[in-house]
């Protein structure tokens, strides 16, 4: 019996490096995670990475052909293979692809996670079929990929894309790039817990979340206060939608994409976030293209969207050859 051809897909996170073989229909045959270990250097994150692998693959080998390997990171360039000042792992500068070779002999590539969401969305997700369109990741950060003409935008240097930095408001909220105001301090999971509490100071909404400190507030938290129909939750969930929605509409003009896709957590939040951006999407959006782009969910399973997504960079690459 023919085996099936499966790559790789690794999702390097803070916390949690999260792996598994795909096949080129999107199914995901085999999955596993390990610690990241972030105070860690990169090598050994890779030694121990290579040998929960070959655990992994020792259970499905005999049925499948291990072809290439797609690996999603933070920080992460598509043309130099690096990973460079991550902000949440002491790695420096790392060339993660030379790393990977010292194990296997396949094609491999890299990206950071929102791109490698992009083009998961592009191969088994939402977007097939689609030729312009944008992902925006709402987890802790927010995180985009910009496909145009079925081809995701890198630039002239490997990080095009990162609309999360673009600025809302320049004396706004400090943001973990050093500068004020970015997008994501106001749309991502730590975005709305900030707006939560800002709410709390300024308003007299009663709430069930003043009771809560704010190390321990959660989207999560504020998601199940507003499906109980708490007023200050919802504010919070409006005017995070008011802020993306407008900052949304800037992307668009820049490049008139079919649809835009959430993705991530905060993005699971459904109507509560959905309602707000495209409303406000449409209200501040150039009148050409009003009502032209969709705001669609990610069409990707829940539970292995990441490893989806970079498992779909290395197939998008093994296509072009």
């Not at 897909?9 to 598994?20: C, K, M, Q, S």
């Not at 959660?218 to 708490?230: H, L, N, Q, R």
């Not at 705001?295 to 498992?311: H, K, R, Y």
């Amino acid at each position: 019996m023919a085996k099936t051809d499966v790559t790789l897909g690794v999702d390097i996170g803070g916390t949690n490096t999260a792996f598994g073989f795909v096949d080129s229909h999107g199914n995901c045959l085999a999955e596993s995670s390990i610690a990241t270990h972030a105070h860690e250097e990169a090598p050994r994150l890779f030694e121990r990475l290579n040998q929960a692998v070959d655990e992994l693959y020792s259970g499905i080998s005999g049925k499948c052909n291990f072809i290439g390997i797609g690996i999603g990171a933070p920080n992460a360039n598509y043309y130099k293979g690096t990973v460079e000042q991550p902000p949440n792992l002491r790695w420096g500068t790392v060339n993660v692809l030379e790393l990977v070779r010292k194990y296997y002999n396949l094609p491999a590539a890299i990206t950071n996670d929102a791109n490698a969401a992009a083009i998961g969305e592009m191969q088994f997700g939402a977007a097939r079929g689609m030729k312009d369109f944008i992902v925006i990741t709402l987890g802790t950060g927010l995180g985009s990929g910009i496909v145009v003409n079925g081809s995701l935008v890198y630039g002239h240097d490997g990080f095009a894309g990162e609309i999360g930095h673009t600025i809302y408001d320049p004396e706004g909220r400090q943001c973990g790039c050093g500068r004020k105001g970015c997008l994501e301090t106001y749309a991502s999971a730590s975005g709305i817990c900030r707006t939560v509490y800002e709410l709390i100071c300024n308003t007299t909404l009663q709430s069930e979340l003043r009771g809560v400190c704010f190390d321990s507030l959660t989207a999560k938290m504020i998601f199940e206060a507003a499906k109980k129909g708490d007023r200050l939750a919802l504010e919070a969930f409006d005017f995070t939608g008011k802020v993306l929605g407008i900052k949304l509409c800037d992307a668009v003009a820049h490049t008139s994409p079919e649809a835009i896709i959430l993705f991530g957590g905060l993005a699971a939040s459904g109507s509560l976030i959905f309602e707000p951006v495209q409303r406000y999407m449409e209200k501040y959006m150039l009148n050409i293209f009003k009502n032209k782009v969709k705001l669609l969910p990610s069409g990707l399973t829940m539970g292995n969207t990441a490893i989806l997504g970079a498992s779909a960079l290395i197939w998008n690459e093994l296509k072009k050859k």
